[in-house]
């Protein structure tokens, strides 16, 4: 349910923004733009800053939250994050759905926004810390692959919703989100208190018993030494904050920072964020472009599946490079096509059907490309790296980075479509080619390594040994 609201809203903002009477009551002049003026500038007819600031508000209320909410994570406990998370979103859901006013729209969408920097910042941990390690993989990917559901349900509710008569559909859109934020914070009332997290609070009675239940065999007690060890260590940190700017921390803050800004410059949050509008913009009617938002959502959940069974498989550096290689070649593909028949004022004339699935063939794979790499790995490798003294604050920075970006990116998307026009698709492949060779380079495969003992993948790494080994150098 965690991914599920953060999906949720991804798909259901823009199939929103796409809808006529919602843009009519809040965003006139978009509407104008779009409905009733023939001749607009294809690439340039949804640029409006308000528009905008509706989908991109949340996210830097999220980046603001993700930082109150790592004190909250380290200092009570993964599940109070969780309850929080849950009740904010719901209380966000509510004024979204009864909105009278745009400003009634971005509040609530702040208090959305609120509610999954909570669930963001708590819910990949408590998975990574409650999972055996052979299945951290998967089971953190289940965290990828509910926000591909949201994505999807919002896709497939939006196009029903917009079908309503007297054009109320829009509020059964923003007001639905409540229903996944009651069901977590219900849930996280019951939800057992990871081991780690009640070891860091000094809650030491009942870790054996908690540990037998959730690993499934008697014999706990080198994981609980483990535990143990790893506290007594983070507890020697005073101030965590600080200490990530430490020389030997230096590549966990670096993949904190850099997986999640690439994971934003994939370019897929374009699609995500503003698919029906995007669609539209390629000359489609509003219902179709809402029904190739369901499409794209669909491969989206589909190759989530596939990264489950293959991470802990094949391992997440090769998933990294696969992904990469095969978003390259479809962005340039789908850019060329863009191209060729909107040229450069924006004008396509009639668009033939074969040119459209073409473009929406090509937009599937590169969704998949994604959907199997970046999208649930983006997630995974930031929340398996950090070590307990420094989890919190660094998988704040984490959540910040990725808020930030998105922010940036839901806010300047539509301004950079209409300005650098099909260009805006070379523009993420070229981040793309240099996500990839960073990743080669430095990276190191975390497959399979319990999360006590990342340290030693750092201590062998030809690039990172320099900065975490004690003194003594280890062979590559």
């Not at 708590?122 to 409650?130: A, C, D, K, Q, T």
């Not at 794209?296 to 498989?313: M, P």
């Not at 396509?348 to 790995?377: D, E, R, T």
Request: charged share 15%; proline share 4%.
């Amino acid at each position: 349910m965690g991914g599920l609201i953060f999906g949720y809203d991804i798909g259901i903002s823009g199939g929103v923004t796409s809808m006529a009477p919602f843009l009519r009551k809040f965003f006139p002049s978009v509407y104008r733009k779009e409905a009733l003026d023939k001749f607009t500038n294809q690439y340039c007819k949804f640029d409006s800053e308000t528009l905008t600031l509706f989908t991109s508000s949340l996210y830097l209320a999220a980046l603001l939250s993700s930082l109150v909410a790592s004190t909250v994570t380290r200092k009570f406990g993964r599940k109070l994050s969780i309850l929080f998370g849950g009740l904010l979103f719901c209380s966000g859901a509510i004024v979204n759905g009864a909105a009278k006013a745009v400003w009634m729209l971005i509040v609530g969408r702040i208090l959305l926004g609120f509610g999954i920097g909570f669930a963001n910042q708590s819910v990949p941990l408590y998975l990574s810390e409650m999972a055996p390690y052979k299945y951290r993989g998967a089971l953190n990917i289940g965290f990828q692959l509910s926000i591909t559901i949201g994505i999807l349900v919002a896709n497939i509710l939006n196009y029903f919703f917009a079908q309503i008569k007297g054009g109320w559909g829009w509020r059964l859109s923003l007001g639905g989100a409540g229903v996944p934020a009651l069901i977590i914070t219900v849930g996280s009332l019951v939800l057992p208190d990871t081991p780690n997290s009640m070891i860091e609070r000094g809650q030491h009675e009942g870790v054996k018993t908690k540990l037998r239940r959730i690993r499934g065999v008697h014999d706990v007690e080198e994981e609980f030494n483990d535990l143990v060890v790893a506290s007594e260590a983070s507890k020697l940190v005073e101030h965590p904050w600080r200490n990530l700017l430490q020389r030997k921390y230096r590549p966990h803050l670096t993949m904190a920072i850099l997986i999640p800004f690439f994971q934003q410059l994939t370019g897929i949050n374009v699609i995500m964020f503003y698919g029906p509008v995007f669609f539209n913009t390629i000359g489609f009617a509003d219902d179709a472009s809402l029904m190739f938002a369901v499409i794209t959502g669909g491969v989206n959940f589909l190759a989530t599946i596939v990264s489950i069974y293959s991470v802990d498989k094949w391992g997440r550096r090769f998933l990294f490079l696969e992904g990469g290689t095969q978003m390259l070649i479809c962005q340039i593909i789908v850019a060329t096509c863009i191209g060729v028949k909107f040229r450069v004022d924006g004008e396509p004339g009639a668009l033939p059907k074969w040119y459209a699935i073409v473009v929406v063939l090509f937009i599937c794979i590169y969704v998949l490309g994604f959907a199997w790499s970046w999208g649930p790995l983006g997630w995974l490798v930031p929340s398996e790296i950090f070590p307990l003294e420094i989890r919190s604050a660094a998988q704040s920075v984490n959540i910040s980075v990725n808020m930030f970006f998105t922010f940036i990116i839901a806010q300047i998307f539509l301004n950079m479509l209409c300005h650098m026009k099909f260009g805006l698709f070379l523009f993420f492949a070229f981040f793309v080619v240099v996500m990839s060779f960073f990743i080669y380079f430095f990276l190191p495969e975390t497959k399979g390594i319990p999360i006590e003992e990342m340290a030693e993948v750092w201590k062998s790494h030809w690039f990172w040994s320099r900065y975490v080994n004690d003194g003594s150098r280890h062979p590559n």
